[in-house]
């Protein structure tokens, strides 16, 4: 079995073939380069090699063109001409052929529907999802754990908003143990939660949420590959760049260690990760950075794509090893800086200036360089990149059905799930706190009849009614029903203790 994924034809004439070895590939990688100057078919290249090579894969699909993975490519395509002149010169026998599929959608309508609990996905993610203040993000921490410490579950944005209303109504006494638990930081919070609701977002938390293990399977010897529905994603940034970061956060926390594998036990493909890193706090870059540093232990290889390599900070940027450099346009005095730092980060090769190539290089080719079995980066190629296999373009609507009825995954997520969790469970701790009011409200109201009437004596009348009204004062309906009985069991534990990752994603230790 071949150690290496073939990228394409490099050198003079495009005759030596430019590849990337398999055990080097978990040591991240960079597609970049202008719109239109071949970064997509570069990404599904890459994406059958890996998977021929049994590879699993994941990849979002920005511009809907990568569902071609799943269908073979044809003669009758008008460029197979140039195609098979293409694997001619950079000698590839050209063999047009399908792969292992498997669609996904946050919303359900072109792949499998994909989930994430709030608990999963944490409070440092939702803060940056949301756009909140460094305070905000505080009020966010303690509602996060007092869950944790109740053991009440926090599913999906119905019990976040349950949650955050208990805090609002309980934030004096909160306040006392966690520091100040404003209330209008709680009002913001579900304003930002409301807004998240209307773009979509309610549909990514929930359950079932996501198994990993159903985004690593081999069929027939291949690696199966995952794509994301994100045209329509798109239309919200911020929730498409921090649902790929939960996921990557995800796979650190439960992948084990595998130290430097013969190959990746999965390769995840950033698309437009420009998204990421945008407004992007300093703590959440330093966390990025974090994980893919720790990660390639894991057996994942994480691969950037971008326009630009400077959209990737610097200390990320330093971890990805393999490097796929398409055309860059020098307009501006910024553009031709940004082309010159570009060009200083590879390793020069004498037989032309790496700068002036990045500029040259037409559609279908870049200036590539690739680790060598030392892990040190080779010399920057001018590459030819190879022609696709499967369908270049999207299939059709009846076509990607087709696909998603015959998948494993059919029918596993389709239905949503809604089992008691912090909503239900603060909803009942209130209706059970209202019921004992009326209860000790009614006895006083008892004993009150009996004084008047001179039934009885009872001396204890005045604690009563005194317990009744203290009752009252506390606050009435939800908020001084549910404060008098939660605060008793915030004095105790749950018997259980959660630890969260990197990210903010939970695992439970017992």
């Known amino acids: 079995m071949a150690d290496h994924i073939f990228i394409g034809g490099g050198a003079q004439d495009y005759g ?134 109740e053991g009440l579950p926090l599913l999906d944005l119905k019990d976040l908003q349950a949650m955050l209303v208990w805090v609002g109504q309980n934030a004096k006494e909160l306040s006392l143990r966690y520091g100040n638990v404003a209330s209008s930081s709680v009002g913001a919070i579900q304003r930002e939660l409301l807004v998240l609701e209307n773009q979509g977002g309610s549909a990514l938390f929930g359950e079932p949420a996501l198994d990993l293990s159903d985004m690593m399977g081999i069929r027939g010897g291949r690696g199966e590959i995952n794509i994301l529905a994100a045209d329509q994603l798109m239309g919200s940034p911020r929730l498409y760049a921090t649902f790929l970061l939960w996921l990557l956060s995800e796979l650190f926390e439960e992948l084990p260690e595998v130290g430097n594998p013969d190959k990746p036990k999965l390769v995840f493909f950033f698309d437009e990760a420009h998204l990421l890193f945008d407004d992007a706090p300093k703590v959440l870059v330093d966390k ?48 031709r800086k940004e082309l010159k730092t570009a060009a200083e980060t590879y390793r020069d090769n004498p037989a032309f200036d790496t700068a002036e190539a990045i500029q040259e290089v037409g559609t279908g080719e870049a200036v590539t360089s690739f680790l060598d079995r030392k892990g040190i980066p080779q010399v920057v190629e001018r590459t030819l990149i190879r022609p696709p296999s499967s369908q270049l373009g999207p299939i059709d609507y009846a076509a990607r059905k087709a696909v998603m009825n015959a998948s494993a995954m059919a029918g596993k997520y389709d239905t949503p799930l809604d089992r008691e969790s912090a909503h239900e469970m603060l909803a009942k701790k209130a209706e059970a706190a209202a019921k004992e009011a009326k209860a000790a409200e009614a006895e006083a109201d008892e004993k009150e009849r009996e004084f008047r009437n001179a039934r009885r004596y009872d001396g204890g009348l005045n604690q009563s009614r005194s317990r009744s009204t203290s009752r009252k004062s506390s606050g009435g309906g939800f908020g001084g029903a549910l404060a008098s009985v939660v605060a008793k069991e915030l004095k105790g534990t749950t018997g259980r203790r959660i630890v969260r990752g990197i990210l903010g994603s939970l695992f439970k230790a017992r």
């Not at 570069?42 to 021929?52: D, P, V, W, Y």
């Not at 630009?308 to 330093?318: A, E, R």
């Not at 971890?319 to 398409?326: F, K, M």
């Open 16 to 149: 030596v073939a430019q590849t990337m070895l398999l055990d080097k590939a978990n040591r991240h990688g960079l597609i970049a380069g202008a719109t239109g100057t071949g970064k997509t078919v570069t990404l599904q290249i890459m994406a059958e090699e890996f998977s021929a090579a049994g590879v699993p894969v994941f990849l979002s699909d920005v511009k809907g063109d990568l569902s071609g993975l799943a269908a073979a490519g044809s003669a009758d395509f008008k460029l197979h001409e140039a195609f098979t002149k293409r694997a001619k010169t950079i000698g590839l026998d050209l063999q047009y052929d399908s792969f292992p599929v498997t669609f996904w959608d946050l919303f359900g309508e072109k792949g499998h529907p994909i989930r994430a609990t709030v608990a999963e996905m944490g409070p440092l993610l939702l803060a940056r999802l949301m756009g909140l203040t460094d305070v905000q993000e505080g009020v966010l921490n303690v509602a996060f754990r007092v869950a944790d410490e």
């Open 288 to 335: 990025v950075e974090q994980v893919a540093r720790l990660i390639r232990s894991k057996g994942v290889g994480v691969y950037f794509v971008t326009q630009n390599p400077g959209d990737i900070p610097d200390d990320v940027l330093g971890q990805l090893g393999n490097r796929v450099q398409h055309a860059l346009r020098a307009f501006t005095a910024k553009d």
